[in-house]
């Protein structure tokens, strides 16, 4: 998993998404991301269709503090997280909007702007090749 620290006094922004990335700042990532405080990771969860607690589990030494919502951008469309995943988010500490892709990135966009404790996972949108 790469990552990229975000430099002092930069908002990791999602400027652009689309089929298969995301462009964040200037710079044009290819496939799912986490975005936290103080990095961006590339993030392959298994099944995005099928998320558990272990592919979130980067997010769980930031609980407590410099993270208490999560925003899960789940693809094209939005759907219910199983309830273990949720309770185990929860039991970190975690709010959790569960939405789609698109919806998630302005909400993200808006909680970094208003300097929320906040991480985003998204998901790409499917891509067209």
Same mark, same amino acid.
């Given at each position: 998993m790469e990552l990229r620290p975000v430099p002092t006094g930069e908002r990791p922004f999602v400027r652009a998404y689309g089929p298969g990335?995301? @462009?964040?700042?200037? @710079?044009r990532f290819a496939g799912s991301l986490l975005l936290l405080p103080d990095r961006i990771e590339r993030w392959c969860p298994v099944d995005p269709e099928a998320l558990v607690a272990e592919d979130l589990k980067a997010l769980q030494p930031l609980t407590g503090g410099a993270v208490s919502l999560l925003v899960l951008g789940l693809g094209a469309t939005a759907r219910p997280l199983p309830p273990a995943l949720l309770a185990e988010l929860r039991s970190w500490g975690l709010a959790v909007e569960a939405v789609a892709t698109p919806a998630a990135c302005r909400t993200w966009n808006l909680l970094l702007a208003e300097g929320r404790p906040a991480a985003a996972a998204l998901v790409a949108l499917p891509s067209t090749d």
């Open positions: 990335g995301f @462009t964040i700042g200037a @710079t």
